[in-house]
């Protein structure tokens, strides 16, 4: 019977020292065909992270593998796409030269090195600009070469370091919808980020870091519900909202009851499941309720409360 595939990327009980000070300790967590999204403060390990799953360190302890093997090993490297966050681009190369160079590195020939290169290119919106010079492009365009280098050999695991850094709203937004079609292409990615509301719309899943240690990961709601004392919020537009203020702040779930503007109200709530069947049956017979919306909880906010 043969077992299940092993995940794209897998860290296991994985710790990095640096002399004295440790900056990765016991991480644990996997990649599949998804996207998890990395989310850390400057200097809490993500770099590391990112550097130990390309195979440019090796763990002082634990594992870290790509598809079952070591992630330093050629087999698994080949595997693997990495776009860090330095950016080291030839100024004088167009970019289809560039990622054609890059390619002849995974022993494509020449030629098809440039027909891979130019199909890459024109996938990721450079149709018009790849033989004009790298250093011609804005930051957007250099930001699509870098990504097609790390997608243009095909690898099952693309690792993307702070990739949204000094693009413009239009360019994070091409990229992010860029990042999301690669699980449907077989591809699993592991994208650090500190633009947290940008990198929630992209992500399946997000592993939070802190002081070198992985403090919580899930989806969103995954992690909400790590949080069972936190207050869930929804707020109601309504035409008597001191009436309902009232009526509501004497109910055991209702932590606070705050005014907002002269219609609404939002309601802090520690007992959610308890606290909605209740409010649709109050509402019911509430005549000038004319909206309900519970207030989303954003991967900033809960990054927040698991740092305290």
Known sequence: ?????????????????????????????RVGTEVVGLVGRNGVGKSTLMKLAAGL????????????????????????????????????????????????YHGLDARAARARAQEVLDELGLGDAMHRCIGEYSKGMRQRVRLAQALAHRPSLVLLDEPMTGLDPVARAELSATIRTLPGRGVGVLVSSHVLHELEAVVDRTVLVHQGRIVAQGSVAELRAQLPDRPSHVRLVVGEPRRLAAELATWAEVVEVRFVGTDAIEVATSGTAQFLPALTRLLARWPDVREVVPMRDDLATLFGEFLG
Not at 10 to 23: D, H, N, Q
Not at 58 to 80: C, L, T, Y
């Open 57 to 104: 360190l090796r763990p002082s302890q634990g594992k870290v593998q790509i598809e079952g093997r070591p992630a330093h090993a050629r087999a698994a490297r080949a595997r693997m796409g990495f776009c860090p966050d330095v950016e080291t681009l030839y100024e004088e190369l167009s970019g289809a030269a560039f990622v054609a160079w890059m390619l002849r």
């Open 1 to 29: 019977m043969t077992g299940a595939a092993p995940p794209l990327l897998e860290f296991e009980k994985t710790t990095k020292w640096y002399g004295s000070i440790a900056a990765l300790l016991e991480v644990t967590f």
